[in-house]
């Protein structure tokens, strides 16, 4: 089946640093969706990339739908500690209704 | 976007037994999913519940443990069945959003946390 690769798996930053991470795979996905989870929380949708080339920010992140459609990144700009958490890619398989794929997620701790 | 009302947030079962977890969303929507997340894992997909018909289940799941009901548009419950302490995880529901000023995307409601002892 198809599978995202997602990196980094974990980071350590300094509060006021950026992040950046990504997710690539070798088949192409329609939609690109990116998730934040906290502990003991259901994953809460950050942003969503409808279209190859896509640029989409929210606040402090920022998300790239990659041109190829296969792959996308997510950077989180001047990090402060609430931005603790798992960050999980999506993608959404072309070809009919099919689920989401996920990434393994990357998990980010900020050191204040 | 869809809001979700997941239930119970969080149960310690002893094995053997098993838990029913219930769903419920806030508008009408055709396709309804179920999650596991075992510790420290990604999300991966039980099944897709459409309402009048019986679950699809993806690879390694079965009707047997994991039987849904869709009852409507807005309900759906997972059980967890003959459970073990391997079947300890996290447990989520999640909608398809099709509201265009919410853009398109997948709400998850906010998980059961099983704990099988």
């Known amino acids: 089946g198809q599978q995202l690769n997602q990196s980094p798996q974990s980071m350590f930053i300094q509060e006021g640093e950026d992040v950046s991470m990504n997710c690539t795979s070798s088949s192409i996905f329609n939609t690109w969706l990116w998730y934040k989870q906290d502990p003991g929380e259901g994953p809460v949708l950050l942003i969503a990339l409808y279209k190859a080339g896509e640029l989409t920010s929210n606040g402090r992140l920022t998300a790239q739908f990659g041109i190829t459609r296969k792959d996308s990144f997510l950077n989180i700009s001047a990090s402060i500690p609430s931005d603790v958490g798992i960050y999980f890619c999506a993608g959404q398989p072309p070809l009919g209704y099919t689920p989401l794929v996920f990434g393994k997620g990357t998990r980010l701790s900020v050191i204040a | 976007s869809a809001v979700i009302s997941q239930k119970p947030s969080r149960d310690i079962c002893q094995r053997g037994t098993s838990l029913t977890i219930q769903c419920q969303v806030d508008s009408q929507v055709t396709m309804m999913f179920w999650y596991r997340q075992q510790p420290g894992q990604s999300l991966t997909l039980i099944a897709t519940?459409?309402?009048?018909?019986?679950?699809?289940?993806e690879s390694g799941f079965v009707i047997d443990k994991f039987p849904i009901s869709r009852p409507n548009l807005t309900f759906s419950t997972l059980t967890v069945s003959n459970m073990s302490p391997e079947d300890s995880s996290i447990y989520l529901c999640?909608?398809?959003?099709?509201?265009?000023?919410?853009?398109?995307?997948?709400?998850f409601g906010s998980g059961t946390r099983l704990t099988v002892v």
């Open positions: 999640s909608v398809e959003d099709t509201d265009p000023s919410a853009g398109l995307g997948y709400t």
């Open positions: 519940a459409n309402q009048g018909s019986e679950a699809t289940y």
